[in-house]
């Protein structure tokens, strides 16, 4: 009764983190869970409800009640159904957090060169770098109702830019972000017409101390190496100024528009 009391004083609201174990989606989960002095004078009188779909055991992540984790193998099947189940809960969201990413398998590195392209890799990082957050974006537009507010931050990362490659190498990963990206670029197009007041943001959190980056923190000034929670704070102040004309944005975690 105090809970039902509760839900309809304050306006419900709820957010959606998808590839929840993520290093980061944990930190930003973390902050959802507690959020900053200021970011509470913000929004504390409002119910929050948080979603994390992952396929991790959800026992190993984050605990709390206002926390749910759906399992999922990513297949489109699964995926799916998750939604139609929950359509409920998350046509509430207000925010989306799609934090997938693959850079490395137990039998693959990044390519240092056009010799080393092979399919199995190649196609493994084209699903969970692109075809995976785009299909879940497809889903969250199908729930959304058309007057929605919601932010989706979709991590992609510079290396998806064309135009700021200068390095080489990393044909998969770099692809596979490309085409993340391309898919963000064309899905903000079509949510301008159905969904006005959805705001898409492709995000690069910078160097990160995460398992997708363990095998290249050599070489990464220890300045350069963010701890997860850091990237979490860097992304909640972009999210509060992110402007309500732009229907798309890719910027990093310094607040720095990046060139696609
Ligand atoms: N760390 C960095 O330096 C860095 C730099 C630039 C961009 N990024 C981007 O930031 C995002 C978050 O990565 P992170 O650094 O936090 O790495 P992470 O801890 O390794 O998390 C990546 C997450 O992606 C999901 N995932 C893994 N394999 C997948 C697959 N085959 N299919 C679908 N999803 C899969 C997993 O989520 P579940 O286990 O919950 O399903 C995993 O927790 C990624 O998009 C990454 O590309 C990271």
Known sequence: MEDETRLSANKRRASLVIGA?????????????????????????????????????????????????LKTDYSEQSLSEHFQEQHELISQ???????????????????????????????ALMR?????????????????????????TVFSARIGSISDNR??????YRSSKAALNMGLKTASIELARSHPKVKLLAFHPGTTNTPLSKPFQARVPKDKLFTPEYVAQQLFALL????????????DWNHQSIDW
Request: aromatic share 8%.
């Open 21 to 69: 174990s993520s290093a980061i989606a944990q930190a930003i989960i973390q902050h959802l869970i507690h959020p900053s002095e200021s970011a509470k004078v913000k929004g504390s009188n409002r119910y929050h409800r948080i979603i994390g779909l992952t396929q991790k055991e959800p026992s190993d992540l984050i605990q709390d009640p206002n926390v749910t984790y």
């Open 93 to 123: 969201c207000d925010q989306a957090f799609i934090c997938n990413g693959l850079l490395h398998l137990d039998t693959a590195m990044p390519e240092k060169s056009m010799s080393s392209i092979n399919e199995k890799y190649f196609s």
């Open 128 to 152: 969970a770098n692109a075809f995976v957050p785009l299909f879940c974006l497809s889903q969250l537009k199908s729930v959304l109702p058309k007057t929605s507010e919601c932010k989706i």
């Open 167 to 172: 390095s080489g190498g990393w044909y998969a």
């Open 240 to 251: 509060a100024k992110v402007s309500p004309e732009q229907s798309i944005a890719f910027m």
